[in-house]
Every structure is written in C-alpha cells, then in structure tokens.
C-alpha cells in the first residue's frame, strides 16, 4: 500500500535543541504552523553544554517569548586570562540596554525554558521518536520520511546537529573541514569560590595543567564549568579528576555534577540553502568552543530564517529573499570559523614559527598578541545584497573586544531605551522606518504603503524618544531615513532622505532590485 501522505505545516523543523526550538517559536510569531521532529526519544536532561549565551541572543529570545533565558542567568561581566599565576589583561563588556552582555545558564535550563514557551504555542507541535531518514522536494515543498511515515511541507528548516550527515547527503551538501586531536574534559561543579562568581577565568599553561589550557566559567547556583585541555589518548579516572579539580579549589568543598568529554570540529557546509531547505546551526557550521561562537550562531541563523520564511509563505517577498539567507549566515559561518582558526592557532600551535609566537607572546607580556578567544558577536551583514550602502556611513571594522559596533548599514540596531521598553523590541513585527525631525512620518507612510505589502511601520525619531534624544544617541541626521530589517539589523541609512530612496532600499532589503 503506498503510504499516506502527511501535510498541515507550513514548515518542518527538523531536530528539537536550542536553535530548532528558536526556529519554531519564531515561525509561529509570525502566524506560520511548525511541526518539529527529533529522533531521540524524548529530552536529555545532563550536563551544562552549552552556556554562554550573548547579549542578542538573548534579544531574540525575548522577542520569541523565551526572556527568562536572560532572567536565570548568571551575568558575568569581566573576561581575565593568565599565563602560568600571572595574569595577562582582562576586559568587560560595554553595556548597552536593559539586556545583560552576556549570561551563563546550561542549555539543560535553557532548553527546559524554551519547552515551556512551546507548549504553550498551539501554531508549534513537536513530535519525539521521529528520525528522519529520507529527503526529496519538488518545486512546491518538501517530502521527509521517516519510517513508513511521508510527512510534507512547502519548507523544511534542518537543525539537526553535526551529526546530520544522511539529510546533508541527500541534498548533496558537503562538510568540510578538521577535526582536532585533543581532547577536552569538562566538569561541572558546585563550590563556593568568593570572588569568581562574575568572572570568566582562562589560563595558559598552568602548573596544574603544563602545556596546555583551562577555561573556568561561573554559573547560576553556585557552580562553574571548568574545561581542560587534555591529550588525545587520555582516559579520565574519578582520582585524576578529583585531583585536577583539588588543584583549581584547594581544600574547598566541592560537588561534582557532571562530567563528559569531547573533541571539536572546524566545519561548514557547502550551502546553507538547498532549495526548499535551509540548514541551521552544528548542521551547518561547527567551530572551536574558544568565543562562545556555537550556540550564539545557532540561534541568529534560525532567526533570519524564519523572517525570510514567513515572508516568502505569505508572499511578501520571492526567492532573492530566500537566497540571501545562504549569503548571509554562510558569511557569518565563515568569519566564525577564521576567528576559532586564529585562536586556536594560539592555543595549540603546530608549526615551529606559531609556537615561536605563542612563547614570546605570553612570555613578554605582549597582551595584543594572546588570543584566548573572541567572545561571540552579531555577524554584521555589510556586503550582504539585502544591504544598501552609505559611503557617509562605513562599517569602521570590528571593535575592541567587548565592545559595541558603531551603527552603520548592515550592523545590528543599537537596543536603546524607548517608552514602554527597548527600541529593539519594536523591530520585530515587519520593517521598520526612523526618521529624523525634517522628515514628514505621513508622506513617507503614504507612498511606502501604496508600494509596499510587507508588514512596515514609520516612525518619527522625536516621538519616541524618552530621556534624552534617541537621534542623537544613535548619531541619526535629521534629514537621515533608518531601514532597520525585521531581525534589528540596520539594512540602510540614507541622508536627504526622500520617500522614492526608502522604497528602492526597501525593495533591494526584500531581495528584490533596488530600482522602482
């Protein structure tokens, strides 16, 4: 008998972790059905994972419902690294809003939050046991197998994890890259440490860990997440790791909580977008722990997406749209990767002349040289084809470690304080237009609208400005137009702005041309 075909959602959402939770919520913000398929039994409740968890990313979660991830977590606030007992610098992060720059929490506690908010979301069902073991699409959906079931649905969003090599295979994506040879162990334990609560700790070639690295990470409770750096062939023992851990603490009391070793990957695949099918997350792009640049890639990809979605499912915008996902997040992938490479070119150096560097580096307290990670930051989409450039505006680079990105096309809104909330969190629901004081809101909400049929609001600067002027903490001109795109990022700022000018850039932000 030829199997019954399932239909119903708009999207599948292939794997239920973070970043495929974070799809499905933010899918069904914009009204779109979700169905997510795992094809592990049921939630895995162990070990941290995961932690680090960056300002925006938590932006995104607010947005999707899921603001408690920022509530729960532990917000630490300066990075210090050493070498041996000495250390080196340390840096803090600039703040900027209501959001902490970053919170520690394990994705045990974040997935649990994110399951919570789902269940409560009638557009999104999630169905466990469900492997995936076969993929084919025509040119009006996507049909998976699973079993001797036959689901469909016009787009697929893959989240599978790394491991997602049969659904890569059959969409003939590629994997490539390294794999490192160390190890790295990873406990997580409850101890009272006075001092450390707030602070990241890296140090290079401890005494108690010779030649190689140890990374100390608090989080909520009283815990931390200590790593090790360790050789390949390395088999831990409950003595070996009570001593590693006695080396950290001392005579303090402590608990072990959990335990897991792992070795990381360098890889990216080929296209993030085949078609009807986007890849997200570890599916798509694995880099090294160093920067926190895993999870806080994940969730980002998975929000670009699923604006791009909604807008191609209700018509709003066609395949240039669709497309400049791959051109964007596959960019973003890339820059992670060239980072971790850089990093980790640092920390387990292979050539005579890396190791040279690394020595005279720690040695001679040449803190610009130590590269002991760069901590996850938004992927600025400057040359994206989304993006309308500003030659008055350049993207000036990136900034110092820890620090904000000036506002300029294709950088991430800075998230101010506005009445009722924070500016970004107005962002969210369409394509937004700030204008300055010369600028008439209702002439510009008049023509956009005639030409315009995805969702688009206008607002003058001055009327939401709280304590101080909103224009002149972003630096916006009073003749200036701001484009800000539906995931916050800045997709033009146009100077003598006019209402034909906001159309081409919202034409060229909808994958179309620029002209009219």
Known sequence: MKPVVETGAQVIVIGAGPVGQSAALLLARWGIQVLVLDRRPGREPIGSKSICQQRDVLDIWAAAGAGRVAEEGLAWTTARTYYRDTELFSWTFDREGPLPPCV???????EQILDDVIAAQPLVEVRWDHEVTGLTQDESGVTLRCGQRLLRAPYVVVCAGARAEVIRSSLGVTFGGETFADQFLICDVKADLPGWENERRFYFDPVWNPGRQVLIHPCPGG??????????DYIPTDIDISRKIRQILGDEPYELLWRSTYRFHSRIASRMRVGRVLLAGDCAHLVAPFGARGLNSGVPDAENAAWKLAFALNGWAGDGLLESYHAERHAAAVENME???????????????????????????LAAEVDSGRFAEPFWYVDSPLTTPEPGRPFRGRPPKGALCEPAPGVILPDLPVPGGRLRSICRDGFLVLLGDMCDSRLFAQVLGKVITAPL??????????????AEKLGAGPDEAWLIRPDAHIAAIIPHAGPESVTAAVSRALGGSPDI
Do not use: C, H, K, Y
Not at 347 to 358: L, S
Not at 457 to 470: H, I, Y
């Open 104 to 110: 520690n929490i394990s994705q045990t506690r974040t």
């Open 223 to 232: 815990t931390f997440r200590i790593d090790w750096q360790i050789a390949p």
């Open 339 to 365: 980072i971790t490479a850089a990093t980790m070119r640092f920390i387990a150096p292979r050539t005579v002349e890396e190791r040279v560097r690394r020595r005279a580096a720690l040695t001679g307290g």
């Open 457 to 470: 609001a206008v607002r003058g600067l001055a009327e939401m400005e709280g304590t101080g002027s909103l």
